[in-house]
């Protein structure tokens, strides 16, 4: 018999359904998953497709990776408009707190010289980075600026979602590169190991839709 695959409903539901334990996992979350944009950062083996966009703004501009993503995460919210995509808590939250927690922790995190322990970071950073994106996306309180981008596009042009993601996703990986930001063999480890890793956290952590009464 064929195998079936499990699905989980992550549309947004109101926050008012157990608001405490939605917004701690929210917030735990972007904190990992700032935390993990730091760890990648500092393994210096290769980004991810958008942080390699930052790294590039980082390198032409000299402002810090955290000011640079929060700057780019509100730039796309403005690309929302003309897609009617509408921000949630999760999506506000998202622009400040992941370029506050990956201030912090590229603050903590030395710069590291020794191959193994940067081979270490970079795995280490895509698993956090995968198990992240399931807990704050799970969390329902509505997508960060560049899944809603994704999502808008998807549903303006009637592409495939997986279609607009490979074309915004090697957009952004084109223009950070040509900027001089970070790419290498983390680039296509991330690419090929986040989609897996959220796919597998996400039945365990995501929020289940309440029932009706």
């Given at each position: 018999?064929?195998?079936?695959?499990?699905?989980?409903?992550?549309?947004?539901?109101?926050?008012?359904h157990r608001p405490g334990t939605r917004l701690l996992r929210l917030f735990t979350g972007l904190a990992c998953y700032g935390t993990s944009m730091a760890m990648m950062v500092r393994a210096e083996l290769g980004l991810a497709p958008w942080d390699v966009l930052h790294d590039g703004l980082v390198e032409r501009t000299g402002i810090g990776f955290g000011a640079v993503t929060a700057i780019t995460g509100a730039l796309v919210l403005l690309?929302?408009?003309?897609?009617?995509?509408?921000?949630g808590i999760g999506t506000v939250a998202n622009v400040f707190m992941v370029a506050l927690s990956v201030s912090t922790a590229l603050y903590l995190i030395p710069p590291v010289e020794n191959l193994p322990v940067r081979v270490a970071l970079l795995l280490g950073g895509v698993l956090c980075n995968g198990f992240a994106t399931a807990v704050y996306v799970g969390a329902r309180l509505g997508p960060g600026p560049r899944d809603g981008l994704m999502t808008g596009l998807h549903g303006t042009t009637g592409l495939s979602l997986r279609a607009v993601r490979t074309c915004v996703e090697l957009s952004v990986l084109l223009t950070g590169w040509l900027l001089g930001g970070s790419v290498g063999f983390g680039t296509a480890l991330y690419a090929l190991a986040i989609g897996p890793t959220a796919q597998l956290a996400m039945p365990v952590v995501a929020v289940r839709t309440p029932h009706a009464r």
């Open positions: 018999m064929p195998r079936r695959t499990a699905t989980v409903d992550l549309e947004p539901i109101p926050v008012t690309c929302w408009i003309p897609l009617r995509q509408r921000p």
